[in-house]
């Protein structure tokens, strides 16, 4: 069992930073793959960043390379998501997620999920 929950969301202006926290609870969380979905009104869930949790291999999605990074630092529980430069169409309800052992791209692969932080970036 893994609870998640995320912080650092709020309103930016477009070109602006933000970064994300996730803090994980229970002693599994070194053997999850880590990933950051963000869902915008009207559209699907998607995968924005994942990191493995054996080799900390990371992906990205195209919409996002150069301008997030993602990190996670096990002996605190926690994985982050730093996001510059970041454009109107980043704005979206950013989730922090996990799944036990390798990384898959697909949302329904994933177990636990936080409650979800807002991220909006105005023109």
């Known amino acids: 069992q893994v609870q998640l929950a995320e912080s650092g969301g709020g309103l930016v202006q477009a070109g602006g930073s933000l970064r994300l926290s996730c803090a994980a609870s229970?002693?599994?969380?070194?053997?999850?793959?880590m990933g950051w979905f963000r869902q915008a009104p009207g559209k699907e869930r998607e995968l924005v960043a994942g990191i493995s949790w054996k080799s900390f291999t990371t992906y990205y999605a195209d919409s996002v390379k150069g301008r997030f990074t993602i990190s996670r630092d096990n002996a605190k529980n926690t994985v982050s998501l730093q996001m510059n430069s970041l454009k109107p169409e980043d704005t979206a309800v950013y989730y922090c997620a996990a799944r036990p052992g390798p990384f898959y791209r697909s949302y329904n692969e994933y177990d636990y999920w936080g409650q979800g932080t807002q991220v909006t970036v105005s023109s």
């Open positions: 229970g002693s599994t969380f070194s053997t999850q793959t």
